[in-house]
């Protein structure tokens, strides 16, 4: 059976540089990988979506190593407002929408002053 | 400024009882989804839809089933909702491979 493994919790502080590794040992041809952050009282909102090798937005890097298995979502200079649950979300995609999505149990960063 | 909704944010049911949840999304989405969230198990998905009136199960589909007969509009229902459905349930959209987009949650007590 798929599944993504993260850490439970992180401590950080402000101004440095997160990194938050996803397992997912199964992955297939054909999934993607995606990260969100939710805070409190709030539905997760997107970060980051990659395939393979490296992937950078405004506001993250995912680094993907050749075999796949694993995902490091890569926060630079974080801030309180970084303090959230971090997901990590193994995507299978056919042409009609999808045929897998397994999300791992979250990741609880606390950045502190 | 895109937006998926959800019908409540609060819901407190008896053990029985017959529970709709509500989604709606302005974007004009293919895919829909519904999710539970549970502390220490992340988000387990329970059904998705890729189109109006299609429907595909998702690893906890149990105790629940779904309609979608617009494509804005997709409503999870608890046929006689129990105490371990008591959970927040979150509604999302996207189109593939794309993100999917989440509504603020519903937090569901069954008694």
């Known amino acids: 059976l798929a599944k993504t493994t993260q850490p439970i919790s992180m401590d950080s502080y402000e101004g440095q540089e997160v990194n938050i590794t996803c397992s997912h040992n199964?992955?297939?041809?054909?999934?993607?990988i995606t990260w969100y952050q939710q805070f409190p009282s709030q539905g997760p909102r997107f970060i980051i979506q990659?395939?393979?090798t490296k992937v950078t937005n405004e506001v993250a890097s995912l680094f993907i190593p050749a075999d796949r298995k694993s995902s490091t979502l890569s926060l630079p200079r974080v801030s309180l407002s970084d303090t959230a649950v971090y997901y990590c979300?193994?995507?299978?995609?056919?042409?009609?929408?999808?045929?897998?999505?397994?999300f791992g149990a979250g990741t609880r960063l606390a950045v502190h002053p | 400024d895109v937006k998926v909704t959800q019908s409540s944010r609060y819901l407190v049911k008896r053990t029985g009882e017959k529970v709709f949840l509500e989604c709606v999304q302005d974007?004009?989405?293919?895919?829909m989804f519904w999710y539970r969230q549970d502390p220490g198990l992340g988000l387990r998905l329970i059904y998705f839809?890729?189109?109006?009136?299609?429907?595909e199960k998702g690893d906890i589909p149990e105790g629940y089933s779904v309609s979608r007969e617009k494509k804005e509009r997709f409503s999870l229902i608890l046929e006689s909702a129990s105490t371990n459905q008591t959970s927040m349930y979150l509604c999302?959209?996207?189109?593939?491979?794309?993100?999917?987009?989440f509504g603020p949650g519903t937090r569901l007590t069954v008694l």
């Open positions: 839809s890729y189109d109006v009136k299609m429907k």
């Open positions: 990659g395939y393979k």
């Open positions: 199964n992955i297939a041809t054909n999934d993607y």
């Open positions: 979300l193994v995507a299978g995609m056919f042409s009609g929408g999808y045929n897998k999505l397994i």
């Open positions: 974007m004009d989405h293919e895919n």
């Open positions: 999302a959209s996207s189109s593939p491979p794309g993100e999917q987009f």
